[in-house]
């Protein structure tokens, strides 16, 4: 029998998961999607050929459920959907912060849920997605969240309680880099040099350096010793690095991205 996949709430993130699942080798004509707007909606079945329904027509009509609204709206949403969400529905939520217990207290009782932490790279298939099961998600369900998500990049299951510190480490973990790399671009106007040539500098620096991180099977730190000759350029860099904190700087920036998600699954909205 065919699995009717619902996206709901399709914004950055839901169009980013549907469009790997298409390339994939999901059929467009399996997979709904819902939106606020009604000119959102038709441009999701115009780009993607997928089937614009309403937050209560996918509840009742597709075996699993991808809310990726944000975290301040899942309550709306779920409201909506309770009166029409069977128990035997799979219910996986994309949302940072929120608890698989917020939506097993609105569910019909013994609703699975699953419980996943996506990045933007799910747009080039290089996503790293974080999952978890609530507490009437099996085996099976987790291993149908992997296949999903497993089409925009890699998976990794987590107990819940590691969630929050998985979405400020790899759910947010994107932007860090776009920002380092922002920066290094400002950098190079600083030493004179044209920004279309710095941003190509440091992208490609980027890129390389991301493939020797994730190919070489070196330690981080054996990577960086390798480019930091005595008394040559790159010490100078890195002292001013460590002069100016940059390090206690992410460390303490990643300790309040995971707080920040703490404060979400307590519905702070601020
Ligand atoms: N942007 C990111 O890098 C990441 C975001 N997330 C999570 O993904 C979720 C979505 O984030 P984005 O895609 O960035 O946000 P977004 O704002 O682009 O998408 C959310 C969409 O939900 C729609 N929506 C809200 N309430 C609705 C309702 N009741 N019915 C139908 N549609 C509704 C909005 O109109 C919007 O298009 C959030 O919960 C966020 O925490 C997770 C990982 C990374
Ligand atoms: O900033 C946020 O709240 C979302 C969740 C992880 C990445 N973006």
Redesign the pocket.
């Known amino acids: 029998m065919t699995q009717k996949v619902a996206v709901?709430?399709?914004?950055?993130?839901?169009?980013?998961l549907l469009s790997g699942m298409i390339r994939a080798g999901w059929a467009p004509a399996d997979l709904l999607v819902?939106?606020?707007?009604p000119e959102?909606a038709e441009e999701l079945r115009a780009r993607h050929g997928v089937t614009p329904v309403t937050?209560a027509e996918a509840a009742k009509t597709a075996d699993t459920l991808i809310?990726?609204?944000?975290?301040q709206?899942?309550g709306?949403?779920l409201d909506?959907l309770a009166p029409h969400v069977p128990a035997d529905r799979l219910v996986i939520?994309?949302?940072?912060?929120?608890p698989t217990d917020f939506f097993e207290e609105r569910l019909t009782p013994g609703t699975p849920v699953v419980r996943?932490?996506?990045?933007?790279p799910?747009l080039v298939d290089e996503a790293m997605s974080v999952i978890s099961a609530g507490t009437h998600a099996t085996a099976e369900h987790l291993a149908h969240a992997e296949e999903i998500f497993g089409a925009v990049g890699k998976t990794l299951r987590v107990p819940e309680s590691q969630q929050d510190a998985c979405?400020a480490l790899s759910?947010?973990g994107?932007?860090y880099f776009f920002y380092l790399v922002e920066a290094m671009t400002d950098a190079g106007i600083l030493l004179g040099l044209p920004r279309d040539k710095a941003h190509d500098l440091i992208v490609q620096s980027a890129i390389g350096a991301a493939t020797m991180l994730r190919d070489s099977g070196e330690h981080p730190v054996k990577l960086r010793e390798n480019v930091t000759s005595p008394a040559g350029t790159t010490i100078s860099a890195i002292r001013e690095l460590e002069n100016h904190g940059v390090r206690a700087a992410l460390i303490a920036a990643l300790e309040a991205a995971r707080d920040r998600s703490r404060e979400?699954a307590s519905g702070n909205n601020g």
């Open positions: 709901l709430g399709t914004g950055k993130i839901g169009e980013a819902t939106a606020r707007r959102r937050n809310l990726t609204v944000k975290p709206d899942m709306t949403l909506e939520s994309g949302a940072a912060g929120v996943v932490m996506t990045n933007t799910a979405t759910g947010s994107p932007a979400l």
